[in-house]
């Protein structure tokens, strides 16, 4: 009714998914491959009172306790996601490209500037977001091997957000009539599958995720809060820059939950200044500036639709008390201190997946599958 026909990025349209996964996984024929974004453990480890460092592989175990055959982790989606944006960005940089280049990752944003503010669509990235790229990774590279040739392949994304169900049914995600991603759950919606199926805590045992994409680094899992892009990004960008890993990788003034944070660094020679903006509200006076054409004096803008990130988004549990937003904030910072890798060129079963696919970061077939373009939608 009224709420589909306001909502500006016509998620509502695409509420409840859970039946057609629940088919799925009960067809002998199907494979079911889920995986779950950075954001969704924070949640579950504070209704199951799980440690942030044991909060992956608790998901990862209730996921495949619910049926799922193969489950990922999005935060190797997100360092594809760092490795293709921060090349594109230090290209734009070196070669006086478009800048500040806007951040991609968050489809409400990406509606927004569809809708709203259509003059920025050369400043945005070209970047998929971490849940195409990895519906588009399954699609053309483990459904195509790993034994799965020939079957059936219904993919799956578990994620904090509502946005995403209209991002996944975009035709431009669906190459042949078949979508990269078959159906998005909220987090809200596997809760309820869990609860539907009557499991206890009990009933879930951590499990770790699946070949060939089970490593993840700190850098991927910070993609879940405000500030995360960039700070993954920044941490990319000072090793290339320097042509060294940095010793230190924490950037203290792009986290937090506050509607605009900046920062810059320079490294090599090279000055970046980066905003980071969470909340649409927050980045209105920013656009307008943009759009007018005034240098708005930074290079890179990290956007989120969500107030604090996708840790606070509309397919969590809405928070019922103060400070349970920066706990969720909070489980990510564990788990990247707690990485044994924290930036996304350092991922190794990510370096094989550019062998085996993508070649190089923008390459040709990485344009063809992990970017995408944008075009105005006019009301
Ligand atoms: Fe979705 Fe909100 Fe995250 Fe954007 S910030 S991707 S709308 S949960």
Redesign the pocket.
């Known amino acids: 009714g009224q709420c589909v026909r306001a909502c500006p990025?016509g998620a509502l349209d695409y509420v409840r998914e859970r039946g057609d996964v629940f088919t799925a996984i009960n067809d002998p024929d199907t494979v079911v491959v889920g995986f779950v974004a950075p954001?969704v453990r924070t949640v579950i480890a504070a209704e199951y009172g799980v440690p942030a460092v044991e909060a992956s592989a608790f998901v990862a175990g209730m996921m495949k306790r619910v049926g799922f055959d193969k489950v990922f982790d999005v935060a190797f989606a997100a360092d594809l996601t760092v490795i293709e944006e921060t090349t594109e960005f230090l290209g734009r940089v070196r070669g006086g490209g478009v800048l500040p280049q806007l951040t991609s990752?968050?489809?409400?944003?990406v509606a927004w500037v569809e809708r709203r503010w259509p003059d920025l669509i050369p400043h945005l990235s070209s970047c998929r977001?971490p849940q195409q790229m990895m519906g588009a990774t399954v699609r053309n590279h483990v459904a195509r091997h790993d034994g799965l040739e020939g079957r059936r392949v219904f993919v799956v994304s578990v994620?904090?957000?509502?946005?995403?169900k209209a991002e996944a049914a975009r035709p431009e995600f669906a190459p042949d009539g078949v979508r990269d991603v078959d159906a998005v759950l909220t987090t809200t919606e596997l809760l309820e599958m869990v609860q539907m199926l009557r499991l206890e805590p009990e009933d879930l045992v951590p499990a770790e995720f699946d070949a060939p994409y089970a490593r993840t680094t700190g850098a991927g899992m910070l993609f879940g809060a405000?500030g995360g892009v960039a700070e993954a990004a920044l941490r990319m960008a000072l090793e290339e820059l320097t042509g060294e890993r940095p010793e230190s990788v924490d950037l203290h003034e792009v986290r937090g939950l506050e509607g605009f944070k900046e920062a810059t660094v320079t490294a090599g020679g090279t000055t970046v200044r980066v905003a980071v903006v969470?909340g649409l509200r927050n980045v209105e006076d920013l656009a307008q500036r943009i759009t007018a054409g005034e240098d708005v004096g930074y290079d890179l803008i990290e956007v989120?639709?969500?107030p604090g990130?996708?840790i606070?988004?509309?397919?969590?549990p809405v928070p019922r008390q103060v400070g349970q937003v920066a706990a969720r904030q909070q489980v990510l910072l564990d788990i990247d201190e707690a990485s044994v890798c924290r930036t996304s060129p350092g991922n190794t079963d990510l370096l094989r997946l550019y062998d085996d696919l993508y070649g190089t970061p923008n390459s040709e077939t990485a344009h063809r599958l992990l970017h995408t373009t944008y075009a105005p939608v006019r009301r």
């Open positions: 990025c954001a990752c968050c489809p409400g944003w977001s994620m904090p957000c509502m946005a995403k405000s969470s989120m639709a969500c990130g996708c606070n988004g509309a397919g969590q």
